[in-house]
């Protein structure tokens, strides 16, 4: 079996000598008609593109190594047996190439309309008495029998066994594309499936992620008043401290200064006007001296309240979520908790002493030792 087309070289030497042969035999002969047809049919095959092997797939599969070879071997060999052969093999060629071309309804082999039927015809006129005793049987062959082998082939063939079963393979593919479809659709539930717990699983870590983040904020902003607080209650401890160590240098001088005079001199020359400014002196002291404690006393109130404040905040996010249950019921359950903590610091009680006591006594006796 060939699987490509009869050389175009050895197809175009063949016609060449044929044209040369054809010239030496008279027109009205059998044999110059032989020659004259051989050289159109393979004048055609050499002008095709696979030398007619797509519409020739019986011929090229029994003789299509048989017909190359007889071709070689005419130019050295030429005799009249070789023709007949080559002959008959090229009808052969041209009956199947025109059946197939008019099977797949594809234009004629030669562009005039006649061409085909005048060989045909011709080919089919001729008698056992035309042709060698031996070559009769493939003569007869090719004018009864031949077309219907090569129908027979035909159906025999892939593509006309696939039309015959055209019913049961459509039912084939209809089961196929069935199974198909449930195929699919059991991949797609499948997937649907996984990919819907896989985004469940992806929400509820997201849910948690936004859940610790909402609580890291809370304690952050919780954090922060805290700091707020404690920078406040530092401030106040130093403010504390330096009003203890102001207190002490005062209480010091209002002690200094009458030991400074008895000391002295034992107290026996003090007089009346010594007496009076040492006295106003000490009163002047002990009246700054309360205003600072009472200045001590009111930042040690505010601490007080810092640390309370500080206190309240440790627990105030359980507080709020606990309060956030009673708020449906009562929105001003967080007021007193809220005012508390977002008061302003208070200082005592106590008012700041605007005047001496006794001062306007003491006015009296400085004017009296004057006079």
Request: glycine letters at 2%; one cysteine or more; hydrophobic letters at 35%.
């Amino acid at each position: 079996m060939m699987d490509k087309g009869i050389n175009k070289d050895l197809l175009e030497k063949a016609v060449n000598l044929l044209k040369m042969k054809k010239e030496r035999e008279s027109r009205d002969s059998i044999e110059y008609h032989k020659i004259h047809y051989t050289q159109i049919i393979l004048e055609e095959i050499s002008q095709s593109d696979d030398c007619w092997l797509s519409i020739c797939p019986f011929n090229y599969h029994y003789i299509g190594e048989s017909f190359e070879k007889r071709l070689n071997f005419l130019e050295n060999n030429w005799d009249s047996e070789i023709l007949d052969d080559i002959f008959l093999m090229s009808i052969r060629f041209l009956r199947e190439a025109e059946l197939t071309m008019k099977r797949q309804y594809k234009q004629k082999l030669w562009n005039d309309d006649n061409t085909y039927e005048r060989i045909w015809d011709w080919f089919k006129s001729l008698t056992n008495d035309d042709i060698p005793s031996n070559k009769r049987s493939q003569l007869n062959y090719i004018q009864n029998d031949y077309s219907l082998m090569l129908l027979n082939d035909y159906l025999g063939n892939k593509s006309f066994q696939a039309f015959l079963n055209y019913e049961e393979n459509i039912k084939k593919i209809e089961q196929q594309s069935i199974t198909l479809k449930e195929t699919s659709n059991k991949i797609q539930k499948s997937f649907g499936e996984e990919m819907q717990k896989s985004v469940d699983e992806k929400l509820k870590k997201v849910e948690q992620l936004s859940d610790t983040l909402k609580n890291l904020e809370q304690g952050f902003n919780f954090v922060a008043l805290s700091d707020g607080f404690s920078r406040m209650l530092n401030e106040k401890k130093e403010s504390k401290e330096s009003i203890l160590q102001l207190l002490f240098l005062i209480a010091v001088i209002i002690s200094a200064i009458p030991a400074y005079k008895f000391l002295s001199d034992g107290g026996a020359n003090l007089t009346w006007q010594q007496i009076a400014i040492s006295a106003g002196l000490e009163l002047v002291l002990i009246y700054f001296f309360r205003v600072v404690l009472f200045h001590y006393r009111t930042v040690q109130t505010q601490i007080m309240q810092l640390d309370l404040r500080l206190s309240l905040c440790q627990f105030i996010q359980s507080y709020a979520e606990y309060a956030k249950e009673i708020k449906t019921n009562d929105k001003d359950a967080l007021d007193k908790f809220e005012n508390l903590i977002f008061s302003s610091i208070l200082s005592s009680d106590e008012k700041i002493p605007s005047t001496f006591d006794g001062l306007e006594q003491l006015n009296s006796l400085i004017k009296q030792f004057k006079q």
